[in-house]
């Protein structure tokens, strides 16, 4: 168990290095991890057994999760990577972050237009159209990130602080968000 925590936790500090913001491991790291565990657990076994049958089995599957463990790793992509790899980059990098905000923007519209079906016509929410319009979102706003060099942690310590600030006692209260404390004293 040690060794597929130990794995887990290399993997989640690549991660970080690459601007992915979040500590808890992903289903494909923990997958991953479970995988080279399985594998240690299958070579102990077939060094072990003197059955012929059943280490036969444990070859094979000792084989299986060595072979899933190593195509599944390759496959795995950090988002932020994957965001770079895919996004169309512009002749300057104005035009490259223009290009991102207008697509925050327009996915933002994107939501709000599934959302307002429901309000307006009476729809049924479509959450499957909602959330793959917020992961639209998602990457837009990864590339602004990516471009400044931020993780979602900056973000959300960002925005943290402004409502610590706007909020001080961590309630909302409409006196609090009209007199936005975190904006007096900015000209």
Known sequence: MENV???????VTDKMEDGSPDKTPTADEVLVAYLGRSAELFQVLFESIQNDELKMACARALNDAQRLGEEHRSMYIPYAQMVEN???????P???????????????????????????????V?????????????????????????????????NRMKLARRYPDGIYKDEHAQSRLDKQGEQ
């Open 86 to 92: 895919l996004f169309k980059e512009m002749d300057t």
């Open 5 to 11: 925590k130990a794995q887990v936790g290399a993997i």
């Open 126 to 158: 479509d959450a499957a159209h909602i959330l793959e319009e917020l992961g639209d979102s998602i990457f837009y706003i990864q590339k602004i990130l990516n471009i400044f060099g931020w993780t979602w942690a900056d973000i959300r310590m960002a």
């Open 94 to 124: 104005e035009a490259t972050l223009m290009h991102a905000a207008i697509g925050v923007a327009g996915e933002g519209g994107e939501v709000l237009d599934a959302v307002k079906k429901t309000w307006v016509y009476g729809a049924k």
